[in-house]
Each structure stands twice: as C-alpha cells, then as structure tokens.
C-alpha cells in the first residue's frame, strides 16, 4: 500500500512524514492535521499527524508505526 497525501484545494500537505492543513485564510499558516477540526470528526477523527502512527491509529495497531516504510522526494526523484 502506498500512502502519499496530499490535497491542494484543501490546503493539505505532507512533509516529512507530518501532514498539515494550510490555513484557509491565505497566510500559508500549517497546522498539524491531527490538531484541526476534521482531526475531531466523531466517525473519521484521528489524533496523529505523523503518518505512521496514523496508520497504526486508523488500523487499531493491525499495521504498526514501525512496520511502515517512509520513501523521501530524494529517493523518489
């Protein structure tokens, strides 16, 4: 499974293995994802920005933050 985030219209991005949220307002602001208001959504919320450990929170630590592999726009390019 390859997970690469990344949602211009919605100001997301990920660097570094964190996902941000881009502040609506234009000021290039970032918040971490995990601390935004989608983060607290009751039927899709999450606690973590850092990838792996989302993976691991959203598989209920069927795939643990360990086990995930990062690849850096180095190594892709």
């Known amino acids: 499974v390859l997970l ?3 949602f211009l219209e919605g100001g997301r991005l990920t660097a570094h293995d964190m996902h941000y949220v881009s502040a609506a ?3 290039g602001a970032l918040t971490l994802a995990g ?4 983060a ?3 039927a899709f919320g999450y606690s973590s920005s850092h990838l792996p450990s ?4 959203k598989t209920e630590g069927r795939v643990k933050a ?3 592999l990062s690849l850096s726009l ?3 390019r």
Do not use: C, Y
């Open 66 to 68: 360990s086990d995930v």
């Open 35 to 38: 601390q935004t208001e989608f």
């Open 74 to 76: 180095d190594l892709i």
């Open 54 to 57: 989302w993976v691991e929170e």
């Open 25 to 27: 307002d234009g000021s």
């Open 40 to 42: 607290r959504d009751r």
């Open 4 to 6: 690469a985030p990344f």
